[in-house]
């Protein structure tokens, strides 16, 4: 293996998707006739996959559905908002650039399934940056496990991999799995926010992760 990659999280990470999020869980409450939720409350609920947001969910808003119907629900309505709410991150766009210039292979690795991981980076022009897309549901299991991120390391050939990612789901998987992890200063970053992350660095956008790349364990 001769490949350096960065893999990279996809929700709070690239994209601000969680007006997309709360927007299609909010038309799952209307349908079952319960309160809808607001933004920040479901912006907590994320990071972790599908059904443990659709349990976050129910336990908040007291609807009575079983899991597996509030997924394919809530599916159903996030093909309708997928890609409509939310954005791209400020930097996004730059440090994708400046990383490829820097001779990075590229990976996201993210719990959202992988078909609508590849619709959201498609419809904001994100997609072509990315050599490959691993999602909740590509290898059978989700971060915080390693498999995700081992899955794109060998898919990727890479000798050498460091995450960057948005939340303690991102930190323990890259730890797990043995990689660097360099946490945004936004995003999903959970109740005891980017202070309770032990990550390797904080960075203010993802413009600045090729020039923390020379100070990393095995980045030369």
């Known amino acids: 293996m001769t490949n350096r990659a960065v893999l990279i999280d996809l929700d709070g990470t690239l994209v601000d998707s969680a007006p997309d999020i709360a927007e299609a869980v909010n038309r799952l409450l209307r349908e079952l006739g319960a309160a809808s939720l607001d933004l920040a409350t ?19 808003s007291g609807a009575a559905l079983a899991e597996r119907d509030a997924i394919a629900l809530f599916l159903h309505h996030y093909q309708q908002t997928n890609g409509r709410h939310g954005g791209v991150f400020p930097g996004v766009r730059e440090g994708l650039r400046a990383l490829r210039d820097g001779g990075w292979r ?16 498609a ?16 290898v059978g299991r989700m971060k915080p496990d390693p498999a995700p991120l081992l899955h794109a390391r060998r898919m990727l050939d ?24 360099l946490i945004v200063r936004y ?21 600045a992760v ?5 100070v990393l364990p095995g980045a030369q």
Not at 50 to 60: E, I, K, N, Q, S
Not at 106 to 121: A, F, I, M, Q, W
Not at 158 to 181: E, L
């Open 42 to 60: 479901v912006r907590g609920f994320i990071g972790n996959g599908v059904p443990a947001l659709m349990r976050r969910v129910l336990d908040a």
């Open 106 to 121: 590229l990976g996201c690795v993210t719990n959202k399934p992988e078909g609508p991981s590849v619709t959201l980076l």
């Open 123 to 138: 419809m904001h022009g994100l997609a072509p940056w990315f050599d490959i897309v691993v999602g909740g549901d590509t």
């Open 158 to 181: 890479a000798a050498f991999c460091v995450f960057v990612g948005d939340s303690a789901v991102d930190v323990a998987a890259a730890r797990s799995a043995g990689m660097p992890v």
């Open 187 to 207: 995003g999903y970053p959970g109740p005891g926010g980017h202070a309770a992350l032990p990550c390797d660095g904080l960075i203010d956008s993802l413009e």
């Open 210 to 214: 090729a020039q923390s790349m020379p």
